[in-house]
DNA sequence: TTGTAGGCGTTATCAT
DNA sequence: ATGATAACGCCTACAA
């Protein structure tokens, strides 16, 4: 494999010496023009490319941010593509290059990838609310980002979307439709508090919308909803009172279940849900919903990074919070 | 941000000079049982981790693959994401990193990755049959592998699904289960030979099958496949005949189809398709299905681009292929 | 505006 | 079995 062409030969080429040619790249100091263009001309000419480990080693940068991916997780595969996609994209912009961790590496991944410098900085997704590596990052003078909302965020940077509001969004639409009950296909109340902190967030939002409306709310722990195959077999809609839906986790097992009993979402029930824009229009009837929305998220995510590399800064303490819009579709069909 | 212990610090904690610091890293050469525990011991006290740019420059090697992705495009989002987790960690058995670059950079983002030594090897994803990347990486003297396979496969290393054999065992289960003619959502008969030519392969699988079995096949293009929908209205099983469906492109629109229509997979019809498993038992339905299997796939890629890296060669001319196979479920019920 | 030179932290070749 | 030491390719004071 070729050594490719170094600094060194454009210099040679454009007959400058090798700083010269650094400078051009980095534009710290002013060139005549001249010279750039005979710099430029060389570079072009031997299709120059500079060494990004040189680079880093001389320049204690590496244009390089580490992403720790929750791959086998809960996270909903679409969602986490948008989410790179869009911060990989964002990160090209700044002429950063990103390099993908496992979670599963856990602590151990993120005090390799920064102890051996091969990253900037470093973006850490699903976050749980008592995660090591937000102690870890806490001591490791490095910027890093969390996805997700650990218990205690001193000194940690934050960035999450607004569950508690796409909770409190959802029981609105149910209860502005006229609905008097709730009925929640979800994560379950006794999930709340444990591990994603989100679960609780979302819940909070359900259970104080709920009260605030006066609207009864029973709950049913996705995938295993026998709960909430009861309620669709004892009725909807019993004595003049109307049953909402809400489905989060365990949406095509809901469905499904609605699908088997001949409930048509929007002319039988009113159905609304925590999901992505893909799953809300995919259904056989799409869903009003309120959606996660992860380039959102990586966008926010981006900027604040990049805000703390050029800053310089390890971490700017703070939780970011994405806000949660309802999308109104076909499943909450009438007015 | 500290700078960090260097390997000299190791070597001053532990008595020793710089360069055995390094040849215990490396196992390069012997070192006596005494030496070695104490260079273990510094190393762990300092929690030293070797600096992979000064190792890049010294080395001419940085422990890491590209991979370029097709994030916006055609791939099933879960595809994408067990083919990356699946390569990410057989990259981390051999001590490798993995760099994302999207594939809308396009050519340029191979050369620069490739130029700037970011990296030891590339795999590109969804490759087209006249692929840009595949002229620029015969001229590059690089380990690239590609996923897909463009029509030139000279000097280039591919690996790619059983488009092919998928097609033909999709028939050939209709085909046993009595079908007497064939209906195709998918790609479509004119999508043939164009850009990517898996859906040539799958095409002719099922071309080749239907017609050593004497059946007639209508194609339809998803997703506006009206002429889809006019099949299934004009009766799916006329004069004693009976139609077996094939779906590809377009599942979801597909199933939709069928069930606004009050048609039932495995009981009105048989249904088979070729999707993701998680696509095949995700309907109402699960269906029969040949699946793509990404991990399998991803494997097979990591496996071969290592003993590349290994061998130190460019690339070793060749296409494997990763074998399909069909699994029944509730879609085709009548035996 | 431009050139010179030292150093970044490894690896690997000489020696010993 | 181990120590010096010269690259590796770039960045950045310091000079001019």
């Known amino acids: 494999m070729g050594r490719g ?14 700083s010269t040619v650094s400078y051009v790249m980095s534009g710290k100091r002013s060139i005549s023009a001249e010279t750039l263009r005979r710099v430029e001309e060389a570079m072009a000419a031997l299709n120059y490319q500079p060494h990004a480990g040189a680079r880093a080693l001389a320049g204690s ?30 990160a090209r912009v700044h002429d950063y290059d990103v390099l993908l961790v496992t979670a599963e590496e856990g602590i151990e991944g993120l005090r390799r990838i920064t102890g051996g410098r091969q990253c900037d900085a470093a973006v850490v997704m699903q976050v749980t609310a008592q995660d090591q590596r937000a102690d870890l990052a806490r001591t490791l003078d490095f910027p890093v980002i969390f996805i997700g909302v650990p218990e205690d965020t001193t000194g940690l940077a934050c960035v999450d979307f607004d569950f508690e509001a796409a909770g409190r969004l959802l029981v609105e639409e149910l209860a502005d439709l006229g609905n008097t009950r709730l ?53 909807l809609h019993p ?37 992505t824009e893909a799953e809300a229009e995919e259904q056989v009837v799409p869903l009003t919903a309120v959606s996660t ?7 926010m995510v981006a900027e604040r990074l990049f805000a703390l590399i050029d800053a310089g800064c390890p971490a700017q303490e703070g939780v970011d919070i994405v806000p949660a819009t309802l999308v109104r579709r076909a499943s909450t069909g009438r007015a």
Chains 1, 2 share one sequence.
Request: aromatic fraction near 8%.
């Open 183 to 235: 009925s929640v296909l979800g994560w379950g109340a006794d999930s709340v508090g444990r591990d994603y902190n989100y679960i609780g967030r979302f819940a909070r939002g359900v259970t104080g919308a709920a009260e605030a409306h006066r609207l009864p709310v029973d709950w049913h722990l996705a995938p295993a909803a026998d709960g909430f195959a009861a309620v669709l077999d004892a009725g």
């Open 293 to 299: 929305q992860p380039r959102d998220v990586s966008r």
């Open 61 to 90: 940068r590496t244009n390089t941010i580490a992403i720790v991916m929750p791959f086998a997780s809960a996270y909903d595969a679409g969602q986490l593509m948008a989410f790179v996609e869009e911060f990989v994209l964002a």
């Open 5 to 18: 062409p170094t600094s060194k030969d454009v210099a040679r080429l454009a007959g400058v010496s090798q």
């Open 239 to 275: 004595d003049g009172g109307r049953t909402g839906i809400i489905m989060t986790a365990g949406l095509s097992g809901g469905m499904r279940a609605l699908a088997l009993r001949g409930l048509v979402p929007g002319r039988d029930a009113d159905v609304v849900a925590l999901c």
